[in-house]
């Protein structure tokens, strides 16, 4: 069966602007999961969706924001980009619980680089 | 969600078996054991994952002590492939529960 699946893969934008990140989760996976990777933080989780509801939230400023639409596809937006916003940009889903939590399939990844 | 704690790299010949540490001292009991890992500017990649017995898959084996309170990740046959950081994770399988990476521990599997 298909993947997660990111897009797009690379994006460059300017500083101030905005951005929105696209995530398809596994056919059937209601959990979508958004995640940044720097060097410097390691992988730090910024929320969960789960039935087009937020249900978990990391601990990012409000410029970070995301939502589920009812296929199950999510969206992440970053508004007022910092030069500190460049990262790898990653979406996991999983499947629905209360069947159980069973961990993660990530995607490979949206490479943000703000200049 | 309870912490770990894994060196920070290891080695190894390729063709033998890797086996990557890991404690969870705090670990409660209805929280799973997870390994995930990562090569290079790729998405984590899902290992295998226990509770309290052994799990063997494909990939790995997966030992756990009877305390829980440390797991050994196992790669019985090393490949220059499996260079990569290897992340063990405690969760739990409640609503709000999440995955929450550490620093990882680098294996570097060496010709």
């Known amino acids: 069966k298909a993947g997660v699946t990111q897009t797009p893969r690379y994006l460059i934008k300017t500083r101030g602007q905005q951005v929105t990140l696209s995530c398809s989760p596994i056919?059937?996976?209601?959990?979508v999961s958004w995640y940044q990777q720097t060097p410097g933080q390691g992988l730090q989780f910024l929320f969960e969706?789960?039935?087009?509801?937020?249900?978990n939230k990391g601990n990012f400023p409000g410029r970070f924001s995301g939502r589920q639409f009812s296929n199950s596809r999510s969206e992440m937006n970053v508004s007022t980009l910092e030069l500190g916003d460049s990262a790898l940009y990653l979406c996991?889903?999983?499947?629905?619980?209360?069947?159980?939590?069973?961990?993660?399939?990530f995607g490979s990844g949206t490479r943000l680089t703000v200049v | 969600d309870a912490k770990t704690t894994q060196p920070p790299s290891m080695d190894c010949a390729e063709g033998r078996a890797a086996n990557l540490p890991c404690n969870h001292s705090?670990?409660?009991?209805?929280?799973?054991v997870y390994w995930y890992r990562q090569i290079h500017s790729q998405g984590p990649q899902y290992i295998i994952h226990?509770?309290?017995n052994n799990e063997t898959n494909e990939m790995a084996s997966l030992i756990i002590t009877e305390d829980r309170k440390s797991s050994t990740l196992i790669l019985p046959h090393a490949t220059l492939r499996d260079t990569a950081v290897y992340y063990c994770?405690?969760?739990?399988?409640?609503?709000?529960?999440?995955?929450?990476f550490g620093k990882g521990i680098t294996l570097s599997v060496r010709p």
């Open positions: 226990g509770l309290k």
């Open positions: 056919s059937g996976h209601r959990s």
């Open positions: 969706y789960f039935s087009e509801t937020q249900r």
């Open positions: 705090t670990i409660s009991g209805n929280e799973y």
């Open positions: 994770i405690v969760s739990g399988t409640g609503a709000n529960s999440k995955l929450t």
């Open positions: 996991a889903s999983s499947s629905a619980r209360p069947e159980g939590f069973y961990g993660y399939t």
